[in-house]
């Protein structure tokens, strides 16, 4: 057998399946992608490098040779994600600002609240047991009083989980004292919400990869991939939304689905248009992602199967109950690959609606007055499809095409677009490389995308 000479192999240890890729030419101006292998995913088992093991020969067994590499990096939500709770002080400002921080960088947000933490919220927050804890709360040099009373409510609860300190600055020795001194851990960044209509979320996102990291390593089945993996184990919705901002340095506004076995997810890198943000009620961050945990397609197919109408699943003759019998986190007959096709239809018009701004008319002292609340996609040019399903389906473009279609009408939705596919499957692990190949890891993400034809959409 061959030999193939790899300069790094990155692995995407997800819900479902792992999938390694080999790269080479990192270093110079030809980027290749050699190939991927595929395992299901070993977690459970106890030891995540099973599946890893397995993947690897995958990758040598349609490569036709022996691999070697010269380092390894890492992603992955095999642990499950981050369980987080937000709190801050007014729920369109602060609070609002730091879930968005949690979400782009690959959290699950449990609970967000605002002003004071009741004894609900506090009752709610054990329940939840949380592996981090993101505290905000006022502008600098603005309102103290509800960030200094949130950390003596924290300090006195029975939880280990590290807290992020990402408010007003002025309090920030005074919080941070509350709860170290109650043996808390404490990471101190900056405020989230600055000044009034001012997002700094980087700062936050960037310590919650940090707890991300020390969590999955010391996650159940997962203690034996830090031995293997050289750099940062990112969270894979985090390692998305890298290459999403990567991708709009290179093509301009985009849109990325990208639908997994536990989450849908949706990251969106655009400022919008200049008529909708003149109406904007509160700031939205350039990039933003939402998670949707109830819409996986393998760990949670159950749930969005109660999403489907008869009418649907009639229409695309599909027995869903029976297909979901014996579902398995790969298609195994014409069937279930049918009933794949319909939850994944299904999670992206789901995903897409949740993530998507609204306009609303209101009424004032003045008379009628309408505002733009939430993301606005109108700039989109670009429209992504990543994850298992919308890189392996047949008519996964249509799928795309179709949800925003169906929705032409909402005034916050991409008008002309253009749909292109992950053909290499590879976004997320191409996030990942970027962290030190940033041009090579832009060069092998417009590789992969499948253009098509004839797949440009108007709404004009």
């Known amino acids: 057998m061959s030999l193939l000479a790899a ?93 968005e921080a949690a979400l782009g960088a690959g959290a699950i947000v449990k609970l967000v609240t605002a002003g004071e933490l009741t004894p609900s919220n506090l009752a709610e927050l054990v329940a939840i047991q949380p592996n981090i804890i993101l505290l905000a709360g006022g502008v600098d040099y603005g309102e103290r009083q509800t960030a200094i009373a949130n950390a003596r409510a924290l300090a006195l609860l029975p939880l280990a989980a590290p807290i992020v300190y990402a408010g007003n600055k002025a309090c920030c020795d005074e919080v941070t004292g509350i709860l170290r001194a109650a043996g808390k851990r404490v990471f101190a960044v900056e405020n989230v919400y600055p000044r009034i209509d001012e997002l700094n979320i980087e700062p ?30 990112l969270p894979t919705p985090g390692a998305v939304m890298r290459a999403a901002e990567l991708l709009y340095q290179k093509m301009g506004d985009l849109l990325v689905l990208d639908v997994g076995g536990a989450t849908t997810d949706v990251h969106s890198v655009t400022a919008g248009s200049e008529e909708l943000a003149r109406l904007a009620h ?74 998507v701004g609204r306009i609303k008319h209101l009424y004032g002292p003045g008379g009628k007055f309408v505002i733009a609340e939430g993301k606005d996609l109108t700039a989109v040019k670009w429209v992504v499809g990543t994850g298992g399903p919308l890189t392996k389906l047949a008519g996964a473009r249509e799928i795309l095409q ?39 890891a832009a060069q092998l993400m417009l590789d992969s995308l499948e253009w098509g034809s004839s797949n440009a959409i108007s709404h004009d």
């Open 7 to 99: 300069d790094v192999l990155v692995a995407e240890i997800g819900s479902t399946t792992t999938v390694v890729n080999a790269f080479a030419g990192l270093h110079g101006s030809s980027p290749r992608f050699l190939g991927q292998g595929m395992a299901p995913t070993s977690v459970l088992e106890g030891d995540v490098t099973r599946g890893l093991a397995e993947a690897i020969a995958d990758l040598k067994k349609r490569l036709g040779a022996e691999v070697t590499w010269q380092r390894m990096l890492a992603v992955s939500s095999a642990a499950g994600g981050l369980r987080m709770t937000v709190h801050g002080l007014a729920y369109d400002m602060t609070a609002r600002a730091a879930r």
């Open 204 to 233: 936050t996102r960037r310590a919650i990869q940090q707890v991300f990291e020390e969590h999955i390593v010391h996650a159940p089945g997962m203690e034996r991939l830090r031995e293997m993996v050289e750099g940062s184990i």
């Open 282 to 355: 509160s700031p939205e961050p350039l990039a933003k992602r939402t998670v949707e945990g109830d819409l996986g397609v393998y760990v949670n197919a159950a749930c969005v199967a109660t999403l489907v109408t008869p009418f649907e699943a009639a229409q695309a003759g599909v027995n869903l109950a029976e297909a979901l019998a014996a579902w398995g986190p790969l298609p195994r007959n014409k069937a279930e690959l049918s009933a794949l096709h319909l939850l994944t239809k299904k999670a992206v018009h789901t995903a897409l609606e949740r993530h």
């Open 402 to 440: 179709n949800a925003l279609r169906v929705t032409a009408k909402h005034e916050m939705y991409p008008r002309d677009f253009r749909v292109l596919i992950d053909r290499n499957y590879n976004l997320a692990v191409l996030g990942v490389l970027s962290q030190e190949y940033e041009a090579a």
